[in-house]
């Protein structure tokens, strides 16, 4: 079952007596372990009692058996969860397959594993209900994910050009995405819901301003100064894709000028459509960049975006950063 549409759905009163919580994003993770307790012990201060976390790396099975029999306190059932559980699969797999034949009558156990291996004897007598995947949500229904979340969590609603511009500067970072709603909703104003020029302000030159100076050496037809730096984001731990998508940010904004001046705007109307600040520094760097690309390279620049894209997200062999640095010399580049 998808981690989505177990969240969205009513629970069933009777919970699986083994459920395998699987996939890379941990946030939904968290959400689904969540919404798990809230059904094996309820809700309230007494239903912490009745969870066990348990570390999978050198676990043995013994001990999760001892906790799955221990009476619940101040809970009539018990929910014993296991972390890194992937290691503790392979070593306790026939124990697991023998405890699932005749499971705990008042204890609940869920595994968190990285990857789940759908046609073990273990995983074929699971029901669907009781493996739940959890991934981001591909790029055409991150956007609706975005608001749907801030609208039940956050209880703000956000319009779909926000929305957009949110998922095209974070990308499918669910913890993060979260993370700049309430940000964004404490801010706004209360009756108001979240629009784009909200995530202008407080999310994307906040991104911007991570990657101003690889633009400013690319204005400068600097190649090795702006990789350097794209160098040291990478080391420091930022994504490629939150990387592309602050160069998405700025890049469709020079698109845009572009278009605009060739539609017959002024230079500094089409600053002005575009929200660049009306900052003489910054119009400077903008008007630079403009003249280093030229119209030739504004016209490809979104292509470029794209192919860039599809490729961290698994059409290229190449490594992320490589995909990156070729982006970067492509713009860098003298005409």
């Known amino acids: 079952m998808d981690a989505m549409r177990f969240l969205d759905e009513a629970c069933p009163d ?8 699987f996939g890379d994003e ?5 959400q689904v372990v969540a919404r798990l307790q809230a059904r094996v012990l309820g809700a309230g201060e007494r239903a912490e009692f009745g969870v066990s976390v348990l570390n999978g790396e050198t676990l043995d099975f013994s001990t999760v058996a001892n906790e799955l029999a221990t009476l619940p306190f101040l809970s009539s059932r018990r929910l014993v969860v296991v972390e890194q559980a992937d290691s503790f699969v ?19 156990l869920v595994l968190d594993v990285k990857s789940w291996t759908r046609t073990t004897r273990l995983a074929k007598a699971l029901p669907d209900e009781a493996t739940i995947e959890c991934k981001a949500p591909l790029s055409d229904k991150l ?36 993370q700049e709603l309430a940000k964004l909703s404490v801010t706004v104003a209360e009756s108001a ?12 030159r906040s991104r911007a301003a991570e990657t101003f100076k690889i633009f400013d050496a690319i204005g400068r037809g600097q190649p090795a100064e702006a990789l350097a730096i794209l160098h040291q984001l990478v080391e420091q731990g930022v994504e490629p894709l939150q990387i592309l998508g602050a160069f998405s940010w700025q890049l469709r904004r020079l698109a845009l ?14 600053m002005d459509a575009a929200g660049v600040p009306p900052f003489p520094a910054a119009r400077r760097s903008t008007e630079q960049l403009l003249r280093h690309l030229g119209t030739r390279r504004l016209t490809q ?32 580049r003298s005409r």
Do not use: C, M
């Open 14 to 21: 009777t919970p699986q007596p083994l459920v395998v919580v």
């Open 26 to 30: 941990d946030f939904l993770k968290r």
């Open 90 to 108: 392979s070593r306790a797999r026939e124990q697991l397959e023998a405890y699932l034949a005749k499971p705990s009558q008042t204890g609940v």
């Open 143 to 178: 956007v609706a994910w975005i608001g749907k979340w801030s609208q039940s969590r956050h209880r703000k609603k956000i319009e779909p050009a926000a929305a957009n511009l949110l998922a095209e500067l974070i990308g499918p970072h669910l913890g993060q995405l979260d």
């Open 193 to 204: 819901p979240i629009k784009q020029a909200d995530v202008d302000t407080l999310v994307g």
């Open 257 to 270: 000028i572009g278009r605009l001046v060739l539609n017959g705007q002024s230079l500094a109307e089409a």
């Open 301 to 332: 620049v979104l292509d470029w975006l794209v192919e860039v894209d599809l490729g961290l997200k698994g059409s290229s062999e190449l490594p992320p950063t490589t995909q990156l640095e070729r982006l970067l010399v492509r713009l860098a």
